[in-house]
């Protein structure tokens, strides 16, 4: 068929190509080699990348190794060991929701347990994912080491202080002043526990059966912590009150989503500097540099100034106004809430209950809000409505005042001359409380939130303004473990700030090329940085085509979609994600799995040690573990903070652990030998407590606490379970557990 010319010169072409690919090969081999005998040169190209300013205001000498491990910030993502039980239970709450959409989808038992052993294989990949930690472990043992230091964050900025551990406490007694704050000697999560309860009952008759679940206590009690303001003199602490998960959480929950309407009359308030540049752009032509002048307003300490009484009356005053809007008529709810009783509710949620913990005791807020709170910034939003409503509306009206917007206590103005001195009084009058200042134009120039504004010849035109503490240290695209898809996501974050922050093209140009720069010096590729950047150029800022098919699809009523969180603790997570999507794809292809990853930083060993650490009996949400001093063992889970739960074990006669106790010989005998034939009932308690351990903690929904508690019953087998209902699992089942004597013919 061929002649043996033509053979031949096939065969030159084949050989030609093959030789080409060899000497490729030769080259990549001969330099992984080279890279292998001198590791030191595999990282040259990786030693200059943004690093964040570490100060030491301690008298030690801190070693290098420890700065090293800081020198990325408290964001600095880590990666980890990943706990195989957690894991585990992840694994089972979505696929639980999976073997339903199998079944339905008309799969048998065969191709369902076939599908099950390929995921369980992705499983135990997931819990090989491991990152090296060392220096983590160096770091958490220089601290427990060296207990008089503490690492502070610093206020805006991604730096980081290194602290004497009594000047940082010296601070925080310092910014929990006396006039609004009480200190208390004792922890009062027990009696504020039982009169928020009472409260509640006495308002649930007016709510609906979903607000009754979201109103029910979380019985923990907000820590709180203090981020030093280098910037200031003497360096105070800006107070953060983590209001996450606490006693009053679901009412704070429950009174956001009720203000929601007036909220949305806050017509002056700006919630981003997208929405300033919008408005800001369509009033900035009417700009007449000999009419007007640029200013701005900022409130100093809104939050813990703010006049709660004072906002409260307006809110509930609003609300009864118009009960059909705030309390629409229902089966459930017939009728609104009596005034005073909403009153009371506002007012004990914010000031009587408002109690947090911080490593010099326990605080109660005596007025303002706390920084952190749900609540807080809507109130603060609310509270300067009230004179906005009045006196910008006034000013606008007799043409005062161009422009005027706010975003929580900074304001912007495009203001008449010879009128800001006047409203800034107007503004200072309106409450004692709170103290306003003015800043003004510097060289044609102000900064507001992420912008500057600059007056040319032309008009006002907005760039993007970086804060001088402002640190270009990212997520490391080499050193962070975190997914590819995350940093990708960061590019695309910044590109869209810098547009949203700027109003020119050169502005936006400008800012571009900073932010290529920034990336560039955190081991992003360049190339990859302009590829994301032009790509969204040239889409015109908007969804691209891979959001909009994501959109389209959750909006699919044929999908099934689920999501769960796994912590990344390694690159190779993003592996066997991809594997588990391909499973799952090609036997249920209408099943959508969204694996949500958690970076794990730096900061969760950082914080630990700014916040006190909560008794372990004062722990809720948690799943627990009772081990008799027999054999005899029992799992339970709990909303309620962990001893209460315990001494209800102790007194409810239909719980098992106190059947087991009240007849167990051995238990009971210990109880004597240690402490005599009639023991307290303090010595009473105190003994079952120590029986008592904590499995797994932080499982802030009911879901996830029954599902952990299932998981640990099918494992361990507690012979107190077997006559109490579980959760039953699909993914992992007790066949280990299974005794041969139950097998058939023995």
Known sequence: FMTDNSINQITGIFKNQISKIEQQNDTRRAKKLENLKNPKSKNNNFENYAKIQIFNYSQKVIPEHILKTLELGADAAIGGVPNKTTILAKFELFFSSWSKHAVESGLDLIQITEIKSLLFLQFLEFTRCISNTKHIKILKAFLKNNPDLIICLIDKSKNLGIFPKIEYLKKLENVYEPTKFEQISD?????????????????????????????????????????????????????????????????????????????????????????????????SGRFNPRIHEVISYDASQLFTSINVEKTIKYIVEKMYRDTQTFFPISDETPIPPPEHLMTQFFTDVLLKYNCFQTLNGFYRQRMGVAMGGKLSS??????????????????????????????????????????????????????????WT????????????????????????????????????????????????????????????????????????????????????????????????????????????KKLKRQEEINNPNLKHVTISLPYTSFRCSVVASKIYKILKKYT????????????????????????????????????????????????????????????????????????????????????????????????????????????????????????????????NPDLNKQVSHKSMTFVCDCANYKIENAVGT
């Not at 998960?245 to 009174?255: A, F, Q």
């Not at 909303?639 to 209460?644: A, D, L, P, R, V």
């Open 187 to 283: 922890n009062p999560i027990r009696s504020d526990l039982t009169k928020l309860k009472s409260l509640i009952s006495d308002f649930s008759q007016y709510l609906s059966q979903s607000d009754k679940r979201l109103l029910d206590p979380t019985e923990n009690t907000k820590l709180a912590y203090g981020l030093v303001k280098l910037h200031r003199s003497e360096a105070p602490l800006r107070p953060i009150i983590s209001g996450r998960n606490c006693l009053t959480s679901g009412c704070e929950e429950y009174l956001l989503n009720l203000i929601q309407p007036i909220l949305n009359e806050c017509q002056y308030s700006v919630s981003s500097t997208k929405e300033f540049k919008e408005k800001f752009c369509a009033i």
């Open 589 to 716: 292809p209408n099943f959508r799995l969204n694996i949500a990853f958690s970076t794990l930083k730096l900061s969760s060993t950082i914080l630990p040690n700014l916040k006190p650490r909560r008794e372990q009996f004062l722990t809720s949400n948690l799943v627990y573990k009772f081990q008799c001093d027999c054999s005899s063992s029992y799992i339970g889970h709990t909303k309620k903070y962990f001893e209460k739960r315990i001494f209800q074990h102790r007194t409810d006669s239909k719980s098992h652990v106190h059947k087991h106790i009240s007849s167990c010989n051995l238990y009971n005998e210990n109880i004597s030998e240690n402490f005599g034939s009639d023991p307290t009932d303090n010595t009473k308690r105190q003994y079952l407590k120590e029986h008592f351990t904590i499995l797994e903690k932080n499982l802030n929904n009911y879901y996830s606490r029954v599902t952990y508690e299932g998981l640990m019953i099918t494992l361990q």
């Open 378 to 435: 809507a109130l603060s939003s609310i509270f300067v409505n009230i004179f906005e409503e009045i006196t910008i509306k006034d000013y606008i009206k007799n043409n005062k005042l161009l422009f005027y917007c706010r975003y929580v206590d900074d304001c912007c103005l495009i203001i008449k001359k010879r009128q800001k001195t006047a409203l800034l009084n107007a503004f200072n009058k309106f409450d004692s409380g709170l103290n």
């Open 438 to 545: 003015m800043e003004e134009m510097v060289n044609n120039e102000l900064v507001f939130l992420d912008t500057k504004i600059v007056l040319h010849e032309s008009g006002l035109t907005l760039y993007q303004y970086r804060k001088p503490t402002a640190s270009d240290c990212l997520t490391n695209f080499k050193f962070g473990v975190s997914p590819k898809s995350y940093k990708l996501g960061l590019i695309c974050g910044e590109v869209h700030r810098a547009n949203n922050c700027t109003s020119s093209e050169i502005a936006l140009n400008e800012a571009l090329e900073n932010i290529e720069n920034i990336f560039v010096k955190n081991l992003y590729p360049r190339k990859i940085v302009k590829q994301k950047i032009d790509e969204i150029k040239n889409r015109n800022f908007g969804p691209s085509d």
